[in-house]
């Protein structure tokens, strides 16, 4: 178990903002001369829903216009809360770790699978390996499986990120995600410790925690037991994907609210129920009464083919 630990240089003082941002479901790799023998099982169902749909749906062109729009923003952690391919293919492993490079350096990009990313059993060292760096919390060295690496923390400044896996090969049709015991276990020791530091703690995953939300295929499957235990051991921050949508809930935890907040596909057109691109960027200190949260949205615009800022909005967190 990775137990958080300060940093040696702490990042700003009590009253200092630290800066992070979120994108999340880029679909980014291609699909384009796949070989069939590594489509005969779960992958042939994804690949023809990438033929059909996906791939006019995700466009690199808009997660290209992200990324400048993130590029000279100085965050202390860049979060990628899973489905970085279609199918999770060992090339598009490759394609995205390529993508990730080009993002910053692992210490300050912090990724965590999705479903698309698991879509079938497969060998470590052709998928997540590639990953590692990227996955891997502070002070973590040599894990070869999703098992070892997550639960993850790392420090920055005043905040512990927290990242939780959903993802494990589920049956056709199935978009589910599931965190299991093992993780279920070390969570509750990780967020009392970030706690006891006086840490704000964010915590980021893949499917939404909060039973109900999403469609019956594509819910975590053990959310009851997830939102259970952020509600008895507390969170300040939890930040998900999956559902290609923007949506901001609050969780009542020991501690305080959390709000719970999901933002849409980073390469999305905006069809089929989805919503159109964007990602968020977020801004926390510490107050009289606890913490102060900005949550500012960056919108993709077909019009222009530009990112505009969204409302701010502004949350007190007493703790
Ligand atoms: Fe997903």
Not at 129 to 143: H, N, V
Not at 164 to 190: D, E, H, N, Y
Request: overall charge positive.
């Amino acid at each position: 178990m990775h137990q958080p630990s300060r940093p040696i240089s702490p990042i700003g003082s009590q009253s200092t903002y630290h800066t992070f941002a979120q994108l999340s479901d880029p679909h980014l790799s291609s699909l384009r001369g796949v070989r069939a023998a590594d489509l005969l099982n779960k992958r042939a169902l994804g690949y023809l829903s990438w033929r059909q749909r996906r791939r006019f749906e995700h466009r690199r062109d808009i997660l290209d216009a992200l990324q400048r729009d993130l590029h000279g923003t100085e965050l202390v952690q860049l979060l990628v809360t899973g489905d970085l391919t279609h199918v999770g293919l060992p090339q598009e492993f490759e394609q995205a770790r390529a993508w990730l490079q080009q993002l910053g350096e692992p210490d300050r990009v912090a990724v965590v699978p999705g479903n698309h990313d698991a879509s079938v059993r497969a060998p470590w060292e052709s998928t997540f390996a590639r990953w590692r760096q990227y996955m891997a919390g502070d002070g973590a060295a040599g894990e070869n499986s999703l098992a070892s690496i997550y639960p993850s923390v790392r420090v920055r400044g005043d905040i512990a990120f927290i990242g939780l896996s959903t993802a494990c090969p589920k049956p056709p049709f199935m978009a589910t995600g599931t965190v299991g015991a093992a993780q279920l276990a070390r969570l509750p020791a990780l967020l009392e410790c970030s706690a006891a530091q006086g840490l704000f703690r964010v915590v980021y995953l893949h499917h939404c925690p909060l039973p109900g939300l999403e469609p019956w295929r594509k819910r975590l499957t053990d959310a009851p037991r997830v939102q259970a235990v952020l509600q008895a051991h507390g969170a300040e921050l939890v930040l998900h994907g999956h559902g290609h949508r923007t949506h901001c809930h609050e969780l009542d935890t020991v501690h305080g609210v959390a709000p719970v907040i999901a933002v849409p596909s980073a390469s999305a057109v905006g069809n089929r129920g989805n919503d159109c691109a964007g990602y968020n960027r977020y801004r926390v200190r510490r107050s009289d009464t606890g913490w102060l949260l900005e949550v500012m949205p960056r919108l993709y615009r077909r019009e222009g083919q530009t990112v505009v800022p969204g409302a701010t909005q502004k949350i007190s967190l007493r703790r």
